[in-house]
């Protein structure tokens, strides 16, 4: 009887995994001309099957389950060299909330899955260039299918995975804070006020604190600030610091002679 079981607990997934496969060959007319009923078993399995390996539930400061992170499997942007995943955390909350906080059994009272939460990441697998901000509208699209991106592993950890509005703003940023780097060099006095940070025993000054942060690695958010007319404003974090570069607008994007001011801010990370 187990034998049984098993063998077809096995045939169940092979024809799971050989629907799926055939669902990938389906065209837009197709699968709108599915029942509701298979249209959403197949949208459920497909969503599964992008999403990796979550492993345990983390424990963190918490004493009770919060949430349960997933990734998706990486796909490329319409930049080249940049790639995409998406977080998706499944939160939970405790059937029975604590009235008497001093007598609650955090870890023994049950939780249930209550919302998700979404966000997307980017990645560079290349240095970005101004060249990619001049890319002609008029070219064919790239493929989200391509390589350089489907072939980043799984079990990769999170280095160089940032935020950021969307591609081209992960790209403009990251060229903004690429000069701002260059213009402190040439002209310490555009960072106010040019501090001095700690790392690894060694006393850095702005100079050489952006110069260790110029980094893809270590790169972690790229995001709008306000500016005015005819400037443009891009906070960085990198690592456990905000640099907030503040330049002259450019389509081609900004040189360091277009740089007005650089911000420097460290902050403390809490784990």
Partial sequence: MGCRFFIAWLLAIASTGSALQAADKLNSNERRALSPRAADRLAREELLSILRPSGRFPKGMMRQVRSMWFTTKSVGTSIPGLCARD???????????????????????????????????????????SSLLNMSASLPSTSVWRGECRSLKDDEDDRGWFSAPDPETAVRG???????????????ALVQPCETYRRAG????????????????????????????????YKIDADN?????????????????????????????VT
């Fill in 202 to 233: 060694q006393k850095l000054d702005c100079q050489a604190t952006l110069a260790m942060l110029d980094d893809l690695g270590k790169l972690n958010g790229v995001a709008l600030c306000p500016a005015s007319a005819g400037k443009s404003c």
């Fill in 87 to 129: 977080t998706l955390i499944l939160d939970y909350a405790p059937i029975i909330a604590p009235v008497n906080t001093e007598y609650y059994d955090y870890e023994g009272e049950p939780v249930a899955p209550s919302g998700v939460e979404t966000s997307r990441q980017y990645r560079f697998v290349k240095a970005p260039t």
């Fill in 174 to 188: 990251w060229l903004a804070f690429r000069v701002a780097t260059a213009a402190v060099q040439a002209k310490p």
């Fill in 241 to 269: 610091f905000w640099i907030t570069v503040t330049s002259r607008e450019s389509a081609d994007g900004p040189t360091a002679l277009d740089v007005e001011s650089v911000k420097v801010e460290e902050y403390i990370v």
